[in-house]
Nanobody, 124 residues
Framework: QVQLGESGGGLVQAGGSLRLSCAASGLTISHFGMGWFRQASGKEREFVAAISRSGDNTNYADSVKGRFTISRDNARNTVYLQMSSLKPEDTAVYYC?????????????????WGQGSQVTVSS
């Protein structure tokens, strides 16, 4: 059974940092492109960042460029999202997702597996 488990969320003040982790079981992430998405209350799920199977290629939403960094440790079967200079508008549930194709994509429907989400709250 495939499981993606996010951790590392919490409450942080504006300007602070958090690192989210996504540990996978039941699949080998080196075979998957990985992404992070977020969903704020009352809003649609939106793309945050994606990383290729090897980690050589990444893509970011304009709203997080320069502040967030996606990375992966295939040996640990884990993907990370380092978030810095956090803003109140970054408050959302953050989800990791796995896609069984090489091309990076920003569309939630292109991903095959999803985690349960981790709440990130940024206070002003």
């Amino acid at each position: 059974q495939v499981q993606l488990g996010e951790s590392g969320g919490g409450l942080v003040q504006a300007g602070g940092s958090l690192r989210l982790s996504c540990a996978a079981s039941g699949l080998t992430i080196s075979h998957f492109g990985m992404g992070w998405f977020r969903q704020a209350s009352g809003k649609e799920r939106e793309f945050v960042a994606a990383i290729s199977r090897s980690g050589d290629n990444t893509n970011y939403a304009d709203s997080v460029k320069g502040r967030f960094t996606i990375s992966r440790d295939n040996a640990r079967n884990t993907v990370y999202l380092q978030m810095s200079s956090l803003k109140p508008e970054d408050t959302a549930v953050y989800y990791c997702a796995a896609r069984g194709f090489a091309k990076l994509t920003t569309t939630p429907g292109d991903y095959n597996y999803w985690g349960q989400g981790s709440q990130v709250t940024v206070s002003s």
